[in-house]
Structures are given as C-alpha cells and as structure tokens.
C-alpha cells in the first residue's frame, strides 16, 4: 500500500534559518504529492504541491521538488519566520484514483520558531 | 466566504451516547471527506463521498455513519461514543485531487 514518510520532530530553530523536513514515499505508479500545514487550533491549508517527477512546487518561501528517483520531496526553506511555527504534513494522493482521492498523510512534523 | 465549514468546532459528551458533526463546503466540489486526528496528530481517511455516493469507507466502527444529502453538505453521525473516539474530526471537499479541510471539530468523550 501507499505510504509517507517525514523526519521524526520535533524541529526547533532559531528565526533565519534554514529548514528541512525530508518526506520519503512509497506507491505504485506515478501520485501526486503535497505539503500541508496545520497551524495552532486550525485546519489543514495546502503549502504546495507537485503532480509529476521533477516538479517544483513553492508557496511563502518554502519549496519542494519531486524526486522520483529518490522518492522523495522534502521541504525547505531558505530563512525561517516566527510566524511558521506549526505542524507541517507530507503527504501523496492515490493515483490509481481520478475522483474522490485519497490523501495518505505522514506523520507530521512539529517546526518550533525562536525568535 | 468560508469555502468548508464545520459545526459544532467543541464537542464534550458522556460514553454511550449519540452525536453529529455537520459539513458545509460553498466551493462547489463533488467530493468530500471525513479524517480523524488523533492525539499524536497522525490523519486518517474515514470515508469519501462523491456527488452523493459511498466510494471510500475505511476500517471504521459501524458505529460512524456518513450522511450526504447533497453534494455540498457530509454529515457524520456516531453512536454509542467510546472514550477512543475522542480526536480531531475534519472533513475535506476537492474538485481535482487537491483536497481543502475544515477548520475541525475537537469531540472530547468522557
């Protein structure tokens, strides 16, 4: 079956730097792959996302591309803020499915901001 | 202009008894979900409609019903609360794979 896979958390950082959260992946054919992000008492918003291999997907400063060869599309971003305290989700959607398809999450990664 | 809605955002109840979580989304989509979150933040698919019909329904309890009177609404109704059905319940509507979530209701069962 499909699964995700992200760096175990939590991350803390200091405002400036440079942020990484890897996500791995494993799935049959070719899914599409995205980055949620889940702020203190919300929902989940969509941060990126790419759909084929060697997609870029970029959104606030933070990007990911689709590495199939690695199977993987790990988050970064150059200079982190305060404000991107949250819980950051990898996760991939069924490509065996056109309508109604299933998102399979990672675990989620905590990403604590110091000023 | 909120695209997906939920109600109630708390719920607290005793076991055993019976509760719904109702769903709005104005983004016109076909489908809709139900996740469950659970205290260690993992999400889970519970079920999916599209355009009214049952095409996803997870390893759930009997116990959750799903309910979608239109393509714009998803209830889900549980019965006989246990305590392990405490969690984030969000439910989530896509047109083309990319999925947009509600803003969750926490049930705390006690």
């Known amino acids: 079956g499909n699964s995700v896979t992200q760096m175990e958390g939590p991350v803390t950082l200091s405002e400036e730097a440079f942020l990484t959260i890897n996500c791995t992946y494993t799935a049959t054919g070719y899914p599409s792959l995205f980055w949620y992000v889940q702020y203190p008492g919300e929902g989940l918003q969509l941060l990126l996302k790419a759909t084929k291999a060697d997609d870029k997907g970029s959104n606030k400063g933070f990007e990911a591309t689709y590495r199939k060869e690695t199977t993987s599309f790990h988050l970064e971003k150059g200079s982190v803020q305060v404000s991107d305290s949250a819980v950051y989700f990898c996760?991939?959607?069924?490509?065996?499915?056109?309508?109604?398809?299933?998102?399979?999450f990672g675990e989620g990664t905590q990403l604590t901001v110091n000023p | 202009d909120t695209a997906v809605s939920q109600t109630p955002k708390y719920l607290v109840t005793q076991m055993g008894n019976d509760k719904s979580i109702k769903c709005e989304q104005n983004l016109g989509h076909d489908t809709m979900y139900w996740y469950k979150q659970d205290s260690k933040k993992f999400l889970k698919i519970m079920f999916s409609?599209?355009?009214?019909?049952?095409?996803i329904n997870e390893t759930v309890p009997n116990r959750f019903s799903p309910k979608s009177p239109d393509k714009a609404h998803l209830n889900l109704h549980i019965n006989s609360l246990e305590l392990g059905d405490s969690a984030v319940y969000f439910c989530?509507?896509?047109?083309?794979?990319?999925?947009?979530f509600g803003p969750g209701t926490r049930l705390t069962v006690t």
């Open positions: 989530a509507s896509s047109l083309y794979g990319e999925q947009y």
């Open positions: 996760a991939l959607s069924d490509p065996g499915e056109t309508s109604g398809s299933r998102l399979t």
């Open positions: 409609y599209n355009n009214k019909e049952l095409i």
